[in-house]
DNA sequence: TAATTTTCCGTGTACGGACACGAAATTAAG
DNA sequence: CTTAATTTCGTGTCCGTACACGGAAAATTA
């Protein structure tokens, strides 16, 4: 038994194919008798539309835009999630799908706001969007609503009701691995510390959760540091950032320290600038600079948040969306990768 | 400047479609000069070509083998290859393409003898093959080559010119990164034990890769074990392993045993029945018996195979290699995902 | 009953590429 | 210079779906 066509429902039908296609897509004009008819062949025969001929005979162009920070300084990260667009598009079925960027400042608050006001709703048929300045970006979601626009989220999650989908980790469990990895093997008696270096923290939820969860993972274990100390440095420059861990450093005995997200490159530069060997690095993402520490030993683990496979699938799950109407799942987690110096040539 | 169509080239060209398409195609019959010319004209357009339209015109049949062990006993492992191929499968053009399964008895060379023998070359247009039997195999890709029948590998890596690609994990690596696990923060002067628990290590290069690998890391590294002890256990049943595991624990102060294989949860249970809790624990892949001890904390880290996406991508490379004469890189290298308790529900 | 509208359905073509077939042009042989 | 062989190339058809267009039949109105 081969595969079905409109052309052979038509037949067996005693009509034409446009009256097929008519029932199929729902476009009236058709007697409800031979539409009944119709219908209950496609089910017996479990007619599947061939998705080659479909999307030849559509040739819709499909506009996305991606709306996201742009890279300034040294937040290299967001330069990874690019990365998983160009993926996306290459994967794609090329030419059919333009995307429209919309890179923002992720210190800018006005900046973002100007992009929203000009943003053309009309004009797109999805939108994949890293949210960071959470009123503004809440008031994006619900005009996007209005609009009936379907918006997939990565990076950060806010919760809308707006919001078809969200990619992105469980960024409370991260930091449970964290505390696994820093703590596994330990003395006992000695003190960990939590370093925050988020720009703003109070934008970001999954900042906070990560220390959420180091923090739950020794509340569930046996095992405990003597003290927990946290330091918040947003916004801060380098030259504070070394004080305050000179500080730390010798106020306490510490044996690690957990940084909450990419730029523990920092304190991996302090760690080794101060020749202070017998501390142990946390922190997250695969950026160049994290990377050259990793390797030389002065990082031991770095936590993958996979940012370009975030903005891959969620552009990946926009087009389905768009496209072939298939709904996504509404959270999509991404693994927690353990990188060591050992196993990163293979990321 | 919108999409170029082969219609397009032949326009500017001033031949005819089918010039275009049989240069585009090495069909030949075609004089040199306007070969040229249209080779150009292909390049500084860009021409890719339709995939819609492409696989629409195609539609052809596409007949592949997959060749690997069964699930016999306690094998459990081969279950998940199984997903890739039926992941794959849906993420394929669904009716174009079928699988023709050959699977073996890992324990039963003339069985696989037996499979070669009526293996309908003439009938497949590609193979995933997992090979075991080394001389066996061998023969089978050397008359795969002389039938002109690609093959991808995975799992297991037999150096034979007849392969096109290979996916699957750098052995030698992952024991390196196991090594390093189960070292970090390890106490001093106390003894690690590498146990061999497959079925035939002789079959299986990467079983030895794995020791090689672990090994070299202590080699360049400055903390070693006092003692690192190596335990054989082919076909041995497990009455056998618990006694060997006795002797070696009552003899040794062993701070950590590395499994070289899915077989971990063996040693698991043999620990855990035996209340050995200073013991860290080190083994492969995600089998469910794997899984329990690992959220027992009576594994400490499974290094994951990924033997779903070896599978996944072989058959992608392969349906890529014969659909779209697609050559695949000859060896695609998956990550050593480090899978603890803490990270298990992501993967 | 004729004229008009409405309902229902068939025909035709576009989408872009692959390939079979056969025609025209070129070359080789006599 | 003709004829045959070979090379080179154009035409036409098919793949399965979507949809525009228009025609025929049925229903409504005059």
Redesign the interface.
């Known amino acids: 038994m081969t ?1 079905v066509r409109i052309k052979d429902i038509a037949e067996i039908a005693n009509v034409s194919m446009g009256t097929v296609d008519r029932v199929i897509h729902k476009r009236g004009e058709v007697s409800p008798k031979t539409r009944e008819k119709i219908q209950k062949l496609l089910e017996d025969f479990d007619y ?1 539309p ?4 479909r ?2 005979a559509m040739k819709r162009d499909i506009h996305l835009a991606v709306v996201m920070p742009k890279v300034v300084n040294d937040h290299t990260f967001w330069e990874l999630p690019q990365q998983g667009i160009q993926q996306a598009l290459d994967a794609l ?3 059919q799908v333009t995307i429209h960027r919309f890179y923002f400042d992720q210190l800018d608050r006005l900046g973002f706001s100007a992009i929203l006001e000009n943003f053309p709703y009309g004009k797109m048929e999805g939108v994949l969007f890293a949210p960071v300045f959470r009123e503004e970006s809440t008031e994006f979601l619900e005009r996007c609503a209005e609009e009936n626009l379907p918006v997939v989220l990565f990076n950060s999650l806010l919760d809308t009701p707006a919001v078809r989908s969200y990619v992105g ?2 960024a409370y ?2 930091g ?2 964290a ?3 820093i703590s ?4 006992q008696g000695r003190d960990l510390a939590i370093v925050n270096m988020s720009a703003r923290k109070d934008h970001y939820a999954h900042i906070i959760e990560r220390e959420r969860g180091f923090r739950a ?1 020794f509340a569930s274990s046996e095992s405990h540091p003597k003290h927990m100390i946290s330091i918040d440095l947003n916004g801060a420059d380098d030259l504070l950032l070394k004080e305050k861990l000179s500080e730390i450093c010798s106020s306490y005995d510490i044996a690690g320290l957990f940084v909450t997200n990419s730029r523990v490159h920092k304190v991996a530069r302090f760690l080794s600038e101060t020749k202070r060997e017998r501390v142990r690095l946390v922190g997250y993402d695969l950026l160049p600079e994290n990377i050259e520490f990793l390797k030389q030993d002065r990082i ?1 683990f770095l936590l993958s948040q996979k940012p370009e496979e975030q903005a891959f699938q969620g552009l990946n799950s926009l087009y389905n969306l768009v496209v072939f109407n298939r709904e996504p799942a509404p959270r999509q ?6 990188i ?4 990163l ?3």
Chains 1, 2 share one sequence.
């Open positions: 595969k599947k061939d998705i080659a001929a999307s030849l079925d090329h030419d980790q469980d469990h991260s449970y691995v505390a696994k990895l596994y093997g330990m003395e993972y031991d987690w991404l693994p927690i990768d353990i060591t110096r050992e196993n040539a293979y990321y």
